[in-house]
């Protein structure tokens, strides 16, 4: 497996593996899909952007941005990942996750944090097996498929 920063080029791509994810799954509370010019967008702006490849092909990707506004918070990062579902299992998060956590450290960052559906219990184990901590259940914050959902907070000290 291959972890590269992303570039523009990758937009298609990445709106290929994450669109499903919006659509389809409780992985995000957001229900609109992102355009390629969106995710360029992101990828330009965000501090970290990553891609993972397997076999020639990309399969998932994660970044990170500051986790709220203001110089207060410029030390704590959320992070975003997701793979397509056929990578699933087999590491790439772990490499990819691997990847983020060398660069925040290497950027100075303090904590990073996952904001977890609650309804996806392998996102919370996947995270807890990397050493993310539950600091909190923000209950029924989130709304997805005409039903509320809770976010899980999970925070991992670099």
Same mark, same amino acid.
């Given at each position: 497996? *291959?972890?590269?920063?992303? !570039? +523009?080029?990758?937009?298609? !791509?990445?709106?290929?593996?994450?669109?499903?994810? *919006?659509?389809?799954?409780?992985?995000?509370?957001?229900?609109? %899909?992102? +355009?390629?010019?969106? *995710?360029?967008?992101? *990828?330009?702006?965000?501090?970290?952007?990553?891609?993972?490849?397997?076999?020639?092909?990309?399969?998932?990707?994660? +970044?990170?941005?500051?986790?709220?506004?203001?110089?207060?918070?410029?030390?704590a990062m959320e992070h975003t990942i997701i793979l397509a579902p056929e990578a699933s299992g087999r590491g790439a998060g772990r490499e990819l996750m691997r990847a983020l956590m060398d660069h925040a450290r290497a950027?100075?960052?303090? !904590?990073? #944090?996952?904001?977890?559906?609650?309804?996806? +219990?392998?996102?919370?184990?996947?995270?807890?097996?990397?050493?993310?901590? !539950?600091?909190?259940?923000? %209950?029924?914050?989130?709304?997805?498929?005409?039903? #509320?959902?809770?976010?899980?907070?999970?925070?991992?000290?670099?």
């Amino acid at each position: 497996m *291959i972890v590269r920063a992303a !570039t +523009s080029e990758d937009a298609a !791509t990445i709106a290929a593996i994450w669109n499903p994810q *919006i659509l389809d799954t409780v992985v995000t509370f957001n229900s609109v %899909p992102k +355009s390629d010019h969106e *995710i360029a967008d992101l *990828i330009a702006q965000r501090p970290c952007f990553l891609v993972v490849e397997a076999e020639g092909k990309t399969v998932g990707f994660a +970044s990170y941005d500051q986790f709220r506004g203001g110089i207060g918070y410029a030390h704590a990062m959320e992070h975003t990942i997701i793979l397509a579902p056929e990578a699933s299992g087999r590491g790439a998060g772990r490499e990819l996750m691997r990847a983020l956590m060398d660069h925040a450290r290497a950027a100075a960052v303090h !904590t990073l #944090w996952a904001g977890v559906s609650a309804e996806n +219990s392998a996102g919370v184990a996947f995270h807890s097996a990397l050493g993310f901590k !539950t600091v909190a259940v923000l %209950p029924e914050v989130g709304r997805k498929f005409e039903r #509320w959902m809770d976010l899980v907070l999970m925070q991992k000290r670099l």
